[in-house]
């Protein structure tokens, strides 16, 4: 469904005419920047979403915001990181409109043992992104937010709208839960 294009150059365009081209609403421009983003961007959708619709009604509320404010992009650095960006920010405004924060559990010193197989390595990305999607929406919006994105506890916790503990809580619990779903895969 979703096919990438290999450069943003559609048409003989550059990068910034084509950004000029949605600004001006031209469809055609529109269209490219969307095939050529679509796939990446559902990808970052996908890692947040409780399903693949889910992952769907992120990535167009995300074009949607991405085409209203195309203005504001000023060029300093990469165009593909300042729409993940936005793509970022609209799944933990979907995460927020639709989790009950109140199953919040602090646990502060959450023991996990650490695996002797390193069987997270052995896996597909697309094996790992499902298991990661069998995650509960606050452990998997942690998991991402603090291994993929790179974001610190500190910064988790603001975004979220919760503790840095319970942020390094559920990070804990996000891993200890992989560890046992990667351990049954790799029993099979």
């Known amino acids: 469904m979703y096919k990438a294009t290999t450069s943003l150059q559609v048409q003989g365009l550059s990068q910034q005419e084509l950004i000029e081209g949605c ?6 421009s529109t269209a490219a920047l969307y095939s050529s983003f679509s796939p990446t961007m559902f990808g970052v959708c996908l890692r947040y979403a409780n399903d693949y619709h889910s992952a769907e009604d992120i990535l167009q509320e995300g074009f949607i915001k991405v085409f ?17 960006r936005i793509f970022i920010n609209t799944a933990i405004e979907y995460y927020r409109k639709s989790t009950n924060h109140n199953g919040h559990v602090e646990l502060e010193n959450v ?16 094996e790992l992104l499902k298991l990661i ?7 998997r919006a942690v998991f991402n937010l603090y291994v993929i994105e790179g974001y610190s506890h500190k910064e988790i916790a603001k975004v979220l709208e919760i503790s840095e503990g319970t942020s390094k809580s559920q990070l804990a619990r996000a891993r200890a839960i992989l560890r046992k779903m990667v351990k049954t895969l790799n029993q099979r």
């Open 68 to 84: 209203n404010n195309l203005d504001r992009f000023r060029g300093e650095g990469s165009f593909e990181g300042w729409m993940k």
């Open 111 to 126: 023991s996990t043992q650490p695996t002797q197989e390193r069987a997270l390595e052995n896996l597909a990305t697309q």
């Open 133 to 139: 999607q069998r995650l509960s929406p606050g452990y």
């Open 23 to 28: 600004i001006r609403g031209n469809r055609q």
